[in-house]
């Protein structure tokens, strides 16, 4: 039997709550400990702004006896009521707000569903849910077992440790029968690791394991659930709000033929300029092996000048992201935020963007053939093509009037004439 609690449990929890019965009385009832339908309904309560029939959500002490009107001026959204009491934006724009707050709801059992005044309350109430309650657990329970299970410095280790014995021709197995005590993991996370690209050798090192054809598909590897901690898309916009004037860079990766090379894409949403760079393997490593070069390219000052706040996908080449954040002297120099997962939207400019790339490097062809030069020259043409939103200005335009020339030149860029640009495969053709 599951040793958690199924969607019935939670039924008769939430029947029991409106019964009044104890923690005791319902631990009894589902064969449960008391502390552990109490850990359940305070983890999965929630707070309810509600009023009942004819009076809306007011957590005012005085609001049974007040009489002020129109305190909200000509924005009024209900402008036919009589008493602002009877309006839902009262608490907001009363000057003498003072909120009530009913006790009962800090004792146990902590939530309203078997008060009695329940449908007659006005005030800020304490729910448990079944419904809601089973699928935050889902939801709990799915990002738990997802995922890499290791942190950054651990997969650093086990990098330090694996890659140079695998390049002497060892076999995984070898390398973990000779250092069990030191590796803390089991041998199938270790290929799992190689096979995700979160090591710096692949799977084409491995000589005996590139012979066997795949069995099935295996699901794609995800960012380290660690990482995403402070760093999600409702994170990405509180932070957002609190900086408005910070500019905003997306960035992601553009795939060629599978194991093959791939495209690193960044993208300055303000301007619309997008730069590229080729990587020999989709691995963590190869971006942070860029951003590396571009703080010494640029300088610790330009470099957080142009990435003070850079959104992304989950895919586990960005499963490091305190490599980028931080410079070589420990000082913070951007912020790293991730998208919400299977939500490409986003990050949208930039996935637009890619359209433009794959006019010249269509889907499915390789990269393989490609140089860094060939890239910087396929970006030129894209950077130097009249954007709409830009007031019919080119992104190379657009970033000289923000950031200025010198830095253009250090991220090579350079313009096209109108008349010269490519937006077809023959660009790269040789």
Not at 117 to 124: A, F, M, P, R, S
Request: aromatic fraction near 10%; proline fraction near 4%; hydrophobic fraction near 35%.
């Amino acid at each position: 039997m599951t040793k958690f609690l199924t969607y019935e449990d939670r039924l008769e929890i939430s029947a029991s709550l409106k019964d009044n019965c104890s923690f005791g009385e319902i631990g009894k009832r589902l064969g449960k400990d008391r502390t552990t339908i109490a850990k359940e309904i305070k983890k999965h309560s929630y707070e309810r702004k509600s009023g009942y029939s004819g009076w809306p959500y007011n957590a005012c002490r005085h609001r049974t006896s007040c009489k002020a009107k129109n305190l909200c001026g000509q924005e009024c959204p209900r402008k036919s009521i009589q008493y602002c009491k009877f309006c839902n934006q009262c608490n907001d724009f009363c000057p003498e707000f003072v909120e009530k707050i009913c006790t009962a709801r800090f004792k146990p059992p902590y939530v309203c569903n078997g008060c009695g005044e329940y449908y007659k309350c006005t005030l800020k109430k304490t729910v448990y849910d079944a419904a809601d309650a089973h699928i935050a657990f889902s939801e709990n329970l799915s990002e738990a077992r997802s995922g890499i299970l290791s942190d950054e410095k651990e997969l650093a280790r086990l990098n330090s440790l694996i890659s140079p014995l695998v390049r002497n021709g060892q076999s995984i197995h070898q390398i973990y029968e000779s250092n069990v005590d030191q590796i803390m993991c089991s041998e199938k996370t270790l290929y799992n690791y190689i096979d995700a690209s979160l090591f710096d050798v692949r799977n084409i090192d491995l000589p005996r394991k590139v012979r066997y054809r795949l069995r099935y598909k295996k699901p794609e590897f995800k960012i380290d659930k660690g990482c995403r901690v402070g760093r999600n898309y409702r994170d990405f916009l509180a932070f957002m709000e609190e900086n408005p004037d910070l500019p905003v860079v997306q960035m992601d990766t553009v795939i060629g033929t599978k194991g093959g090379k791939v495209l690193l894409t960044i993208h300055f949403v303000e301007s619309s300029l997008m730069l590229a760079f080729l990587r020999e393997a989709n691995t963590s490593q190869s971006v942070i092996d860029i951003f590396t070069g571009l703080r010494k390219i640029l300088g610790k000052e330009s470099f957080k000048q142009l990435f003070p706040v850079i959104l992304t996908d989950n895919g586990s080449e960005f499963s490091n992201p305190r490599a980028i954040e931080f410079g070589p002297d420990g000082s913070r120099q951007a912020y790293i935020f991730y998208c919400d997962p299977s939500s490409p939207y986003q990050k949208g400019s930039i996935e637009v963007n890619h359209e433009l790339i794959r006019r010249v490097l269509l889907k499915g062809s390789s990269f393989d053939d490609l140089t860094q030069q060939d890239i910087f020259l396929l970006m030129n043409h894209i950077n130097s093509y009249k954007r709409k939103k830009l007031n019919n200005r080119n992104p190379i335009q657009a970033f000289s009037f923000f950031h200025g020339e010198e830095l253009l030149h250090l991220l090579c860029c350079s313009e096209v004439a109108a008349e010269n640009i490519i937006l077809k495969p023959k660009l790269l053709k040789k």
